[in-house]
Every structure is written in C-alpha cells, then in structure tokens.
C-alpha cells in the first residue's frame, strides 16, 4: 500500500464545527473558572500558612504537607485540561477523509523571491537559520524534568547565541490531530510562511544538547540540497533499518520542495485511522520496527525508500559529523575528550550533538531509568557549559556538578582572553 493509500484530512460539515465551536468555548470559559478559584485556594492556603508561620513563631515548625499537596493538586488540574478534552469536539480521522497541512502552495520559491526583493535589509552572505524545539503545553509530572527542560533551552540559546541563530520555542499546537512527535510538521511549515527571510529551518528535540558550541554547520556543502539529516545510506537502502536516520535533528530550506515534502511526509501522521494504518505499514516495510502506530521517523524513512526518485536527490544524509550523537557511548566520554581534543571538531573527537533518545525526564516512563538519564543530561550540559564559562574564568568543580570555580585570577588586561572564546576559529571537517 502507498502512502497515499492511508490519506486523510481534517474537514468537518460547518454544523459540526459551529458545535464543536461552542462546546469548545463554553469548557473554556469553565476551565478558567476552575483555575481561578483553584488558584484563590492556593494563595489562601499559603497566605494561612504565612499568619500560621508568624502567630507561632514559638512553637515548632508546622508541617507543609498539606500545603504541597493543594498545590499538587492544582498543578495537576492545569495537566488535565487538554484540548482533547473536548468530548464530541476532537476531531478525528476517518478512513474515507483527506488530511493537508494547509492551503495547497505551489508557487512559494516565486513568493519568496519577490518578498527578498522588496525587503532586501535580509540579504547577507551567509544563510539566515531558525532553530525551532519546543515542549508540552503542560508541566511535567516532576519539577526536576521541567528544570531540564530549561537547562536543555538555556543550551541552545547559548549556541544560537553564538552563532547569530534565531531560535523559536514552541509550546502550542497548530493542529490538534498532528499530536504527539508529529507537532513539528505544521509547526515548520508555519514558520517557513511567516518567515520567508529564513533560508533554512533546523529543528532540534528537547531532549537534545549542543555539546560542541564551536562547531558550525558547513552550509557551503549543502549547495543543491535541501533536506540535512544525519543518517547512513546503507541502513536506508540496503537494510531498510527503521533506525536508518534521525529525525530528531534535521534541517530543511525555506522553499517549494520543502513544503512539498511536509505535505507528503504529514499523510501518516494524523491521529485516529490514519496513524494506525499507517504504523501497520511501517513494521511491515521497515527492518526491526516494534507494532505501534506511526511515528515521524519511521514516515520519513519509508517515504525516501518508497519513493526514492522523487525525493532523494535533495535529501543530503550526513554522517560525517554528530548532526545526531546518541547519548550512549558519548557521555562517558567527555573527560578523554577534553585530554585528547578541542572543540571545534563535532565528530566522534568531540560530538557536535548529544541526543538523549530514550529518556522521557517529563514524563518518566523511558527506555532507560530515570535517574540514569537525569544524571547524564547533567553531564552533557555542563560539558558544553565549560564551553561557555571558560570565557568568564570559570568552569564547572566537575561535569556532575552544578557549582563552578575559578580557573584564571582577575586581570588588567582581560582582553587577552575574548579570543579564546571566537567563531572564527571554528573548525571545518
């Protein structure tokens, strides 16, 4: 079966929609209430606690269980209230319906060459870059995985930063049927209509780290192509490995055959009858793929075997640094790394990318232990944050340490030191 064979699409008759419309907007307005007067509850709570605390400054300290627990109990209403939550509303996909991220384009290389023209303050010699990651509009089930997550951005900041990239965190969803690991597909594809001054779009995981922060991605080699994903021919074409590329790092130019590909490659995504189909299909056609339902990689995988001559002489499959470096093998190794090597590299001397597949810090249910992914995510942020402190005099007591020290005295002349910490000095593979 094709591809095409598992299509579906979004439309709705206008009765439904006004309905759905207004149970929508009615639960809204509901929500709001429950979180208004749930918030009222948390701040008497505390402001209790607070008289409590000050009354009886004698005795002993009364315990705040209670109180954690509202809170608890607060946060955990926010998680609740999701969009499926709807109940007749969610739309979801049926065999006989025909799925599309948009509007049908096909003129988008003229639109954005005649919006260059008009606005040509966005010319430069070198390609102007988006990073896109994002996270779930809710908390995580624990604190510790939200402070990763801000470790996790305050990383990619640092790297963008650095290199004069534009960078976009998204917590909404464009498109309530495009849920889960398939959220980036209309994301990108808005972001290359709203941004037509971008000339590439580089999505990155959450779960991803920068773990070299002098490494620059060698646009000069990608003349002609416009999809980078880090990936190995003979797993794709050979052994038709499921495994075969990530598509948790990827770039992809701002153009037509772009937006091409994200139409082709969204088909397998919508939930409900699509995606399980679709996710048959793949375990079928993909090497070593468990059965469950379709997941973007696998999608991309199947869509460049499948249809090889219209896609792949665009897709550039680079492995000749980490634009992907799985986290296992790589973490235990950034002591020798730093004896041996020097950033600037991004191979296997020093990977360019730390990707943490298999860890769910948000969530906790992973294909590795908790504990083991918290701790190595530790040690890739503060590898790559020596990096960044090496400039200031400082460095982390140890890359399982948040506490840094001083590793140069003040000085009279601190200019001698701003080279060190220079993009020019990037190294090129």
């Known amino acids: 079966m094709a591809i095409e064979g598992v299509s579906a699409s979004a439309s709705a008759s206008a009765s439904t929609t006004r309905g759905g419309r207004r149970r929508h907007q009615g639960g809204q307005r509901s929500r709001n209430l429950k979180l208004t007067i749930l918030s009222g509850v948390v701040t008497l709570l505390i402001f209790r606690s607070t008289i409590d605390s000050s009354l009886h400054s004698s005795l002993p300290d009364i315990s705040t269980t209670n109180y954690v627990e509202e809170a608890n109990r607060f946060i955990a209403q926010i998680r609740s209230n999701k969009e499926d939550e709807d109940g007749n509303s969610t739309t979801l996909i049926t065999p006989n319906q025909t799925y599309t991220l948009g509007p049908k384009i096909t003129n988008w290389d003229g639109q954005r060459q005649m919006f260059l023209q008009k606005h040509p303050s966005f010319s430069s010699k070198n390609p102007r870059i988006m990073l896109v990651t994002g996270s779930r509009q809710t908390p995580c089930d624990s604190t510790i995985g ?45 972001l290359m209509l709203s941004h037509p001054e971008m000339e590439w779009i580089w999505w990155m995981d959450s779960d991803a780290f920068f773990t070299d922060m002098f490494f620059e991605v060698p646009f000069y080699r990608y003349e002609g192509y416009n999809m980078v994903v880090h990936g190995y021919p003979n797993l794709l074409f050979d052994e038709k490995s499921w495994i075969a590329l990530s598509a948790g790092v990827f770039l992809l130019r701002n153009c037509q055959w772009s937006l091409d590909l994200l139409d082709a490659w969204a088909r397998m995504g919508p939930r409900g009858w699509a995606r399980d189909e679709a996710g048959r299909i793949l375990t079928q056609n993909l090497k070593g793929r468990p059965a469950f339902e379709a997941d973007d990689q696998s999608a991309l995988i199947y869509l460049l075997i499948s249809r090889r001559d219209e896609w792949m002489d665009r897709v550039f499959l680079e492995n000749s640094y980490y634009l ?54 530790e040690r890739a942020f503060n590898f790559a944050d020596d990096q960044m402190l090496e ?39």
């Open 324 to 377: 992907h470096g799985y986290w296992v093998g790589l973490v235990d190794r950034y002591e020798e790394y730093e004896r041996k090597f020097h950033p600037g590299l991004g191979d296997e001397r020093w990977p360019f990318i730390t990707h943490f597949i298999g860890c769910k810090v948000c969530t906790g249910y992973g294909d590795y232990t908790f504990e083991s992914c918290l701790r190595n995510m």
């Open 146 to 190: 939200d402070h990763y997550l801000l470790k996790s951005i305050k990383n990619k900041i640092d790297y963008c930063r650095l290199h004069s990239i534009e960078i976009v965190y998204n917590m909404a969803f464009f498109d309530e049927v495009m849920s889960g690991v398939w959220v980036k597909l209309p994301l990108i594809r808005k």
């Open 391 to 429: 400039k200031y005099g400082f460095r982390h007591r140890g890359l399982s340490s948040p506490n840094v020290k001083r590793i140069r005295n003040e000085t009279s002349r601190p200019l001698e030191h701003t080279d060190k910490i220079n993009v020019s000095q990037t190294v090129y593979i």
